[in-house]
């Protein structure tokens, strides 16, 4: 595992540690209104964050005692196989292109390190992810993914760059906005959330990465 980006691993006092717990909290009084199964973490722009983020949230999602599965769907830029240092030679990409019935299928699910959370990882690259994760099967693998977890998590290419999030974010309980302090713009930020909005996605809030240890992982709900 990336000893940098799992602080939640690496230094689980620290207070950006203490930070994630209060997104999970925040997370879950959410939920109580809302159910999440499936969450989407993206951001507006590049290099804000988001995968590292992700992965740690879900590390303290697994140590609040969910059973949690984090699934790349970043087909183009993937980065949690790294994070976690686990092989990336099978995964979404191949469960989505597979013709097997998903109900009976041993999904690829790859054990993380950490009790209760288990990985997906992209997969082979493919030419066309929008038309995949796009697709009807799309929508299947995340009900198979939904029935063997408490909550999927998953990551997405940004969602001003290309159209992927959007696609990922319409089938999702809910989605949350990675933004980098002193990187991402307003305007971004607004055009993210026009983006989203276009496809009904329902957007549960925002992080913001990168903050002083003083402010650590902020978070704003609405």
Known sequence: MSQVDLI??????????????TLRTNLEFLSLDHPLHSLLVTSPAVSSGKSTTLANLAVIMAEGGRKVILADGDLRRPALHEIFGVDNDVGLSDLIRSDSELETAALPLRESGVDGLRLLCSGQLPQNPSVLLGSGRMSQVVAALTAQADLVLFDAPPVIAVTDAALLAAQMDGTLLVIRAGSTQRQQVQRAKALLEKVNAHLVGAVLSNASLDSGVSSYYK
């Open 8 to 21: 939640t691993l690496t230094d689980p006092r620290s207070p950006v540690s203490e930070a994630y717990r």
